[in-house]
């Protein structure tokens, strides 16, 4: 018989309050989503809303109680318009068999305008970012008239300002008589928003209460269920008189960026951070070879580079880690080992064909070095907890022996244990002598980890700052402020 | 103003552009192609097309397709008129035409039911059922054309909407199998867009994931889709052989390629969401009209295949292209929107006590 995923689970939310629900990965977060929401069924034990027992009903039923859970991927309808996705659930959930646009329209009007929001009520939902998808999957919600909505991790895609919007409408919405159930991890947010907490761990509730009873460390040990100190990383700078490794001079990618230089020295982790829409992930997709420049120049240990495409940069040593693993790295339904090994499987060959020995050694020596938890590298991907399937991940490029490793959000997504175990990865590579260059809206984390903290506005470098002795509230007044 | 740029940039826009450019250009080259004759005679070579269209466009928007509807179509045909043949020559139009949509709905229905309920791959299905009910027709229901239809799909073939005389004395008409076509446009129409069944098409076709969390019944839906594009395959059967005053077994299979055209042309999504019934008659209307008036400018024959391919590609691959810059552009223009509207927020945070 299989161990339980959860076990004796007592989570009570109280009307009009925030409640949020914080566990690591793996720890049984999204099973307790599901059991609620009714997708999944219990072994034993009840869920009630308002007083009704639910236990038994389908998941349709439990939206008609007033329960809405808003998933990651939001479940909107992409081929639709705002004001009928807005309206759409509602629609089903009162059996109507004819639609009127017009009704509809002015309906998901009333809703946005409540919510204080305003997003065009004819666009396509395909056509808009992320937040604002999530403000119509919320608006949806609100049209459903529930009571309690739960929120899956909303905040993993959003940038710093975006999640402070979504905050100030989760707070509104919160005092209009709504309860919310929010899934993160993240510390700071569980400070900022929620009123309530409950910690799971291997499935079971540690820890919960008003969140004034929990200082940071408390909590952060309740979900990792080890001591964690916020700490900086960073190895020793590397000293003042080395040669750059990477030089980048006046590039410019219109129209994301514009006139940027800066260096960085063998072993030096420069983190870049800035709001969406400042240009910084499209210049580390210039570096990395993916996109190209339009003028300036990139000079790679004293000599100039032109980039043409990826495997250019890769074969110049630059290795580019990308921000979404699940769409852009990884082959979810693949071995471990491929995964790991796919950039660099020439250098495995024997007699031109692949060589299955030194794909499982070299494969094997990865997930030792990296702590990879796995059972055989043998097994998919997908079996993977998110910590673990980044490693993966990091394995690969670490395979290319890059003298430059770009991340773009290395711990997005990732649980505080497995977090802080990136990071130790990260110091010891630049103390290895790699030149690191980390993208990341996590500032806590690029202040623990970098020497230098590059920001960027509006395409421009606005500041770099050494980061000794760099006050968090200053350099996140001065990110969001621009 | 601004709407006809965007329509005109849109799939349906780009067909119905090419569609109104070419008849210009053939009219010019040819200027009988713009008389009243030739113009009733594409309307009577759509009507088959035209009515396979529409029920195939229900399925690419579902995000499916059906390519065993020509098979399902003979074989309703040729089994109603047998059967009309051997026990009652002078049965009414309305009840041969229910025999034949009610044959080719058990026929859709088993697509249906493979598709829906055991949820197997919509083209290795229908691909599989297009072979299936042609052999079973063909072994078990025989192979002989039947010329002796019933009196009713005979008095069909003779029944006009418009009849007019040229000056030569040669004669032209509107048949009044239009009006088959003309009723299954408009209520499929209807059903698309002002039904929740018909939203529901449109959802799956979106994101079928979604459309199940949000509690639609998608099975019923797919179900119904199938079954319904039977019932529209059962009726082109007897409207197409009521044209041509023969059930031919051998007949309609084969155009399957040519009715996905014209529905691919008109801007319906292979992968679903999109698409409209006016976009699929445009998309049918330019199929027939290559078919048909290529011979007018003295065009061989051969290259009508050649045309209809490069118009596929062209049709509807530019406006994919197209969209795809214009939703970056959108996206972006979003993001501005988005970004300044939170500023506003912040702006009335700070300034509240």
Redesign the interface.
Known sequence: MRAPVLQNVNLSVRPTSIHCLAGANGSGKSTLIKIIAGTLESDSGKVELNGHDVTKLN??AR?NFGLSVI?Q????????SVF?NIT??D???RR????DFRLLRREAAEILARM???I?LD?LV????V??QQLVAIARALKNRSKVIIMDEPTSALTN??V??LF?IVHSVRSAGVSFILVTHKLEEIYEICDEVTVIRNGEVVNHGPIADFTTAQLSEAISGRQIRIERLQPPEPSAGTVPLLEVIALTGVPAFNDVSFTVKPGEIVGLTGL??SGRTELALTIAGKNKPSSGSIRLAGENISLRNVRDAQRHGIGYIPEDRLSEGLFLEQEIFDNMLIANLKRRLSFGLLDKHAIRRDGDEWIRRLDIKTQSGHDPVQTLSGGNQQRVLIARYLDLKPKLLILNGPTMGVDVGSKHDIHLLIAELAKAGTGLIVVSDDLPELLSISHRILVMAGGKLSNQHSAQGLDLEALSREVTLE | MRWIKTYLRSSEGIILLTTVLLCVGVTLINPVFCSAPNLLDLIRNSITTGLFALGVYTALLSGGIDVSFTAVAAFSMYGTVKLFVLINPHAPLWLIFIVAALIGAVLGGFNAILIALFRLPTLIVTLGTLSLFRGLLLTFLGTKHITDIPDAMLQLSRSYLYRGRLADGSLFSLPATSIAFFVVAVLIALLV???????AI??I???E???I????PVVKVKFFIYVLIGLIAGITGIVHSSQARVANPFDLVGSELNVLAAVVLGGTRIT???GSVFGTLVGVFLVTMINNSLVLLGVPSYWERCVIGLLVLIGAGVPILVQRVQ?NR??AV??????R??QH??DQ?TSDP
């Open positions: 998941p349709l939206i998933y991927d939001f479940a909107l309808l992409p081929n639709l009928e759409f659930l629609s089903v959930s109507r068999k004819w639609v204080k929001v305003e065009p666009a395909e056509d808009l970012p937040a604002n300002r975006e402070k919007t100030q969406l829409g | 867009r002002l039904t929740m069944l018909g939203r449109y959802a076709g979106g994101s994931l979604a459309s969390r949000l509690g639609l679903g969401g999109r939703h959108n996206r979003l993001v501005t929107e988005a970004n509207q939170k927020l912040q945070a």
